[in-house]
T-cell receptor, first 112, second 116 residues
Framework: DAKTTQPTSMDCAEGRAANLPCNHSTISGNEYVYWYRQIHSQGPQYIIH???NNETNEMASLIITEDRKSSTLILPHATLRDTAVYYCIVRGPNFGNEKLTFGTGTRLTIIP | DTGVSQNPRHKITKRGQNVTFRCDPISEHNRLYWYRQTLGQGPEFLTYFQNEAQLEKSRLLSDRFSAERPKGSFSTLEIQRTEQGDSAMYLC??????????????FGPGTRLTVL
């Protein structure tokens, strides 16, 4: 699985959009980008994933660059409950790539 | 609440004791995973099951660790002769296991183990 690079920490004002970047310059053509977050002392929570098209769900949007070497997770209207560690993970297709390889993630703090 | 439950949520034990954790996955999820997370680090993969078959084990899973999923539903993770270095959060996740290309894992709340 390709490695990812994320900033160690970020702050965002409550109500503003939080944009979390992730670099994955060695990503292969069939590898997906997944985002999870972990609120203090809880298990990781799935947010979104994508291959090459931009994706949106009720939680967030995922923007993947055309060359797929980087992506951005967007939380459109951040609330205090979005304070968490956010993990960007690159993972191959289903069979033979079952495990998730977490890095240390980005600690996002939402400021009132 | 993802539907994955883990028990107990907290366990304190003395060094040398055996401990067992239980994970109940989301109903009808064929795959079940165990991860371990130490302070300040992301979760690390330990092992996973496809139904009752244990298909992959990390080298982190020493011979003191054993995991089972006897009927393809709940799973147990046992640690024998616990050491202080085993202190961590033990996370369980499950997935459908039937996706053609992707298979999203959903995590439980974890069991926090403290070895004194």
């Amino acid at each position: 699985d390709a490695k990812t690079t994320q900033p160690t920490s970020m702050d965002c004002a409550e109500g503003r959009a939080a944009n979390l970047p992730c670099n994955h310059s060695t990503i292969s053509g069939n590898e997906y980008v997944y985002w999870y977050r972990q609120i203090h002392s809880q298990g990781p929570q799935y947010i979104i994933h994508g291959l090459k098209n931009n994706e949106t769900n009720e939680m967030a949007s995922l923007i993947i660059t055309e060359d797929r070497k980087s992506s951005t997770l967007i939380l459109p209207h951040a609330t205090l409950r979005d304070t968490a560690v956010y993990y960007c993970i690159v993972r191959g297709p289903n069979f033979g790539n079952e495990k998730l390889t977490f890095g240390t993630g980005t600690r996002l703090t939402i400021i009132p | 609440d993802t539907g994955v439950s883990q028990n107990p949520r907290h366990k304190i034990t003395k060094r040398g004791q055996n401990v067992t954790f239980r994970c109940d996955p989301i109903s009808e999820h064929n795959r079940l995973y165990w991860y371990r997370q130490t302070l300040g680090q992301g979760p690390e993969f330990l092992t996973y099951f496809q139904n009752e078959a244990q298909l992959e084990k990390s080298r982190l899973l020493s011979d003191r660790f054993s995991a089972e999923r006897p009927k393809g539903s709940f799973s147990t993770l046992e640690i024998q002769r616990t050491e202080q270095g085993d202190s961590a959060m033990y996370l369980c996740a499950s997935s459908l296991g039937s996706g053609v290309f992707t298979d999203t894992q959903y995590f439980g709340p974890g069991t926090r183990l403290t070895v004194l």
